[in-house]
């Protein structure tokens, strides 16, 4: 399973960006996708996540400001931010927690509970 994580950069506060998130080797048709996030000095933040079923979770800290999407032709998961804010500067992942669910526990998405990861892509935001 290989995951790669693309679509970073340096954005000002209030901009948009667009995720993307390459799958080889697992279908994401079939298994639920990840999104993470670490700043410096923080653990990482499970951020949105979608399922087989299409069904999409999203940390209370980026709802209204993610979107989670997939192509399942393209093989591949995006995650569309919106109206960006210097908190949200941070190295973003995305993984796979290997099973048709997104994994959720009291309304948060272990790190623990991810299989597979990808290479990150940094997100700055300038305020």
């Known amino acids: 399973v290989q995951l790669q994580a693309s679509g970073g950069g340096l954005v000002q506060a209030g901009g948009s960006l667009r995720l993307s998130c390459a799958a080889s080797?697992?279908?994401?048709?079939?298994?639920?996708i990840a999104w993470f996030r670490q700043a410096p000095g923080k653990e990482r933040e499970g951020v949105s996540c979608?399922?087989?079923?299409?069904?999409?979770y999203y940390a209370d800290s980026v709802k209204g400001r993610f979107t989670i999407s997939k192509d399942t032709a393209e093989n591949a998961v995006y995650l569309q931010i919106d109206n960006l804010k210097p908190e949200d500067s941070a190295v973003y992942y995305c993984?796979?927690?290997?099973?048709?669910?997104?994994?959720?526990?009291?309304?948060?998405?272990?790190?623990?509970?991810?299989?597979?990861w990808g290479r990150g892509t940094q997100v700055t935001v300038s305020s």
């Open positions: 080797g697992i279908n994401v048709n079939r298994y639920a």
């Open positions: 993984a796979t927690p290997d099973t048709a669910g997104c994994t959720v526990i009291r309304d948060v998405m272990p790190a623990e509970g991810m299989d597979y």
């Open positions: 979608i399922s087989r079923s299409y069904s999409t």
